[in-house]
């Protein structure tokens, strides 16, 4: 199929025709592909993944001989002359890497404000999913912030009261296991951590490179005088207020419980939630099951630039207004400063993100993979202070989680032969067995027919 052809009802056709397998043929410039059908391509691949299924669904970029096949398999089908069988190979993957820096404030017992993201990526086919929205979107504003408040850091006189805690997460396309796996590590092993300390908030930034929404998403509704509705505040002031207005922003606030009957969360925050921790994750979707957040289609092609800087300088600026209580005083030195959001630097965190596939079960296993991660962490070492790497491995306490891909080596195709020619050859074998067994049983009556022609042709 062509990405236009899957459906999920196709998709539910195929099983109920025994199907060997699908092999979707992805276009090499994803933005020729009409909205509508990729709108469409996100919803089935997203009801796919929710499926059991022991029919594999394959994904490869399409080429000349690829797209031959395609047509010519398309022309056999209406005359059932042919088939396609196509074989891969499995990789098993352990948990990834974790990394913290920190920024610390002018006092010693400051509160602690945290960020987060998460840098993996989810879709159909691991190889080719890039997670250029969901969520390298979220890791290039993180690592903006970053480097925006450790100019104001850097000096004495600017320097707030607050503590900066910098987290990226592998497997948050997996139930944030990783964010799991780190506040465990900090809340139950470490003897002192911030975590431990006074929180402040925790900020998780999730699908930002689009969209003119930007959508609060608390576990819990803030309370008045806390420091979540201070910084909901921010954001509607500086949405409305500043010099440069975006008034055609929308700022909401999503309210979702969390069900401790189910064995997943919808958005990284509720992770820290469970463990009493208030957190909220800004993002421009509203729903957390939103096909967006985990497709192949997910490329950058569908990222505007414009907003993912919009975007950052609204959260920059909310985020320096808490930490300084102040007003417009606070971007007018940021821009003194030049700590302004730049263009150049998005662009290029962005390219070099979606560069490679970062889905859970590829990280640490191929040089490029390795180079990202050795990337960001230079990153924040360049910015933070206090950054420690962890390296997460499953174990007891993680589901039972394996992956399987068979992109990481070339696909194997073979042509075989029609069932007209399956029923014909089986046929003749079971002619031929009769025939055999039918003289083993008459073997006594066979051989006397036999002597007595023998002995009549030498008379």
């Known amino acids: 199929m062509k990405v236009e052809d899957f459906t999920t009802e196709k998709y539910s056709e195929a099983q109920r025709q025994n199907a060997a397998a699908i092999l979707i043929l992805l276009p090499q410039n994803i933005s020729s592909i009409p909205h509508n059908a990729v709108e469409s391509f996100m919803v089935s691949e997203s009801e796919t993944l929710q499926k059991e299924t022991l029919m594999p669904v394959y994904v490869a970029p ?52 945290v960020i987060a993201a998460h840098y993996d990526s989810y879709g159909l086919a691991p190889w080719l999913s890039y997670g250029a929205d969901s969520n390298a979107g979220g890791v290039t504003i993180l690592i903006e912030l970053a480097r925006l408040f450790q100019k104001l850091y850097s000096s004495p006189r600017t320097r707030p009261q607050f503590n900066l805690m910098f987290s990226l997460t592998g497997g948050g396309k997996y139930n944030f296991l990783g964010t799991k796996r780190w506040i465990e590590e900090n809340l139950d092993h470490a003897e002192s951590s911030l975590l431990h300390d006074n929180v402040a908030l925790v900020l998780c930034l999730d699908t930002l490179a689009n969209g003119d929404e930007l959508y609060m998403h608390v576990s819990r509704p803030p309370k008045p005088d806390t420091p979540m509705q201070s910084f909901i505040q921010q954001l509607e002031e500086v949405t409305t207020t500043r010099s440069h207005q975006f008034p055609w922003v929308k700022v909401g606030l999503v309210h979702k419980k969390i069900n401790l009957v189910e064995s997943t969360v919808a958005w990284e925050h509720e992770r820290y939630s469970l463990r009493r921790i208030l957190g909220f994750t800004l993002s421009h979707l509203e729903d957390p099951k939103s096909e967006l957040r985990g497709s192949i289609l997910d490329t950058m092609s569908k990222v505007d630039f414009r907003k993912l800087k919009r975007n950052g300088i609204i959260i920059a600026e909310a985020l320096a207004r808490y930490m300084y209580n102040l007003s417009d005083k606070v971007t007018e030195y940021m821009k003194t400063q030049h700590t302004d959001i730049q263009d150049s630097r998005i662009s290029s965190l962005m390219s070099f993100l979606t560069s490679v596939p970062r889905a859970t079960q590829l990280l640490d296993k191929e040089p490029s993979h390795i180079l990202l991660v050795n990337s960001l962490e230079h990153e924040f070492k360049r910015y933070l202070q206090q950054v420690h790497r962890h390296t997460f491995r499953q174990d007891k306490r993680d589901p039972d989680i394996t992956f399987f891909d068979q992109m990481s080596q070339p696909i194997v195709m073979y042509r075989v032969k029609p069932a007209a020619f399956d029923l014909f050859l089986g046929g003749c074998i079971a002619a031929y067995l009769g025939i055999v067994y039918y003289a083993i049983q008459n073997f006594g009556f066979l051989y006397t027919k036999l002597k007595a022609a023998v002995k009549t042709k030498h008379h």
Do not use: H
């Not at 196509?86 to 948990?95: H, K, Q, T």
């Open 62 to 113: 399409e080429d000349e001989q690829l797209l031959y096949m395609y047509e010519e398999v398309k022309q056999a089908a209406a005359t059932r002359t042919s088939s396609i069988f196509v074989r891969g190979n499995s990789v098993i993957y352990a948990w990834g890497c974790l990394f913290q820096g920190v920024l610390l404030g002018a006092v010693e017992d400051a509160p602690t404000i």
